[in-house]
């Protein structure tokens, strides 16, 4: 829902990075996203093909990593991946405790970009 | 041609965000103002709990409210009409609050009046937990009407807040609202959180959100 204002963020970064590396052009940002985060990859895109208009980032594309929500079970400290619909009902597979932490699936982190 | 070369970043998108929470923590600690952000879904009663604390509070601690609102100066209104001082942010169609409009909030108000500030944050279960506002502890609304069901479907909401308040509890004769399953779905989520169930209709359970309330100024004060 918020996409806005996280596009208007990688954006930011990006040209940070492209002015500090002498780049032409930017062909692709590789971006990691937890599955917590409810965004949607088209929207994102729209967004940043209209903010980037005129600047070294106009059509990149960006490649969207969904990173896995992890839980660890409060008992026995195992990590199990599990779902965010149904993560409030989710049993750990390895004592059977139910619930726990989270532990990863809130990443929102621009890892690479590709440029010429 | 050219080739393309890879320029690792390495960065997290809300960077920014992130070190400005930071930043408004750190004002209002030199301040002793706690700040206090009350999420929930539109309807579910931020405005009557705050004012409901209002009244709680009968002066007891100097509360001052950050209203957001996407478009609208009602909230603010209701909430300066029992003499509180209350900013009201427009957010323009966003869906959250951000550390920076927390920023411009606090900035209007001269914080070191207040032992509390509460922001109503904009009616959403989605967006405001993912951001971080600034805020030292975090409390969301659920109401009866809503259902159980809810922390299954919005779990990161229910896994930031510190207190949880079940609020319209004068509707649960009349729902098949299961408050054991919904106890248990939130602890699962977040074993620290704290649940009260209030009804501003009511007003039952609302001494108990003014004891919270009081314990937590008292303990975030003792702490600086």
């Known amino acids: ?116 | 041609m050219e080739e393309v070369r890879l320029i690792e970043v390495k960065e997290e998108i809300l960077s920014d965000n992130i070190k400005q929470a930071g930043e408004v923590r750190d004002r209002l600690r030199k301040t002793k103002t706690m700040l206090l952000n009350l999420m929930s879904s539109p309807g579910s009663g931020k405005t009557s709990l705050i004012l409901r604390t209002i009244e709680g509070l009968g002066g007891d601690l100097r509360l001052g409210v950050i209203e957001a609102d996407i478009e609208s100066t009602v909230d603010a209104e209701k909430v300066a009409a029992r003499g509180i001082r209350a900013i009201q942010l427009r957010t323009g169609g966003f869906c959250h609050l951000d550390a920076g409009m927390v920023t411009r909030g606090i900035d209007a108000m001269d914080v070191s009046e207040f032992d509390l500030v509460i922001i109503e944050n904009v009616g959403n279960l989605v967006c405001p937990a993912e951001f971080d506002t600034g805020a030292h502890k975090n409390v969301m609304i659920l109401s009866v009407p809503e259902g159980d069901d809810k922390p299954l479907k919005y779990p990161l909401m229910f896994s930031v807040c510190d207190l949880l308040l079940v609020n319209k509890t004068d509707y649960l004769s009349l729902s098949d609202f299961d408050m054991a399953a919904l106890r248990k779905r939130v602890l699962a989520l977040n074993p620290r959180i704290m649940i009260l169930e209030v009804s501003c209709k009511t007003g039952a359970g609302i001494e108990s959100w003014i004891g919270w309330l009081k314990a937590e100024v008292t303990a975030f004060k003792g702490a600086i």
């Open chain 1, 1 to 116: 829902m918020h996409e806005l204002p996280i596009t208007e963020s990688i954006l930011k970064i990006v040209l940070k990075h492209a002015e500090g590396n002498d780049v032409q052009k930017v062909i692709a940002v590789h971006l990691q996203v937890g599955k917590l985060s409810d965004l949607e990859d088209d929207w994102i895109q729209r967004y940043f093909d209209y903010l980037s208009k005129g600047t070294v980032a106009e059509g990149a594309k960006l490649k969207i990593e969904r990173m896995p929500a992890v839980m660890r079970c409060n008992a026995c400290s195992a990590s199990y991946e599990t779902d965010i619909i149904g993560m409030a009902d989710s049993v750990c597979p390895a004592c059977g405790e139910k619930g726990g932490t989270i532990v990863s699936g809130r990443e929102y982190t621009i890892k690479e970009m590709e440029v010429m």
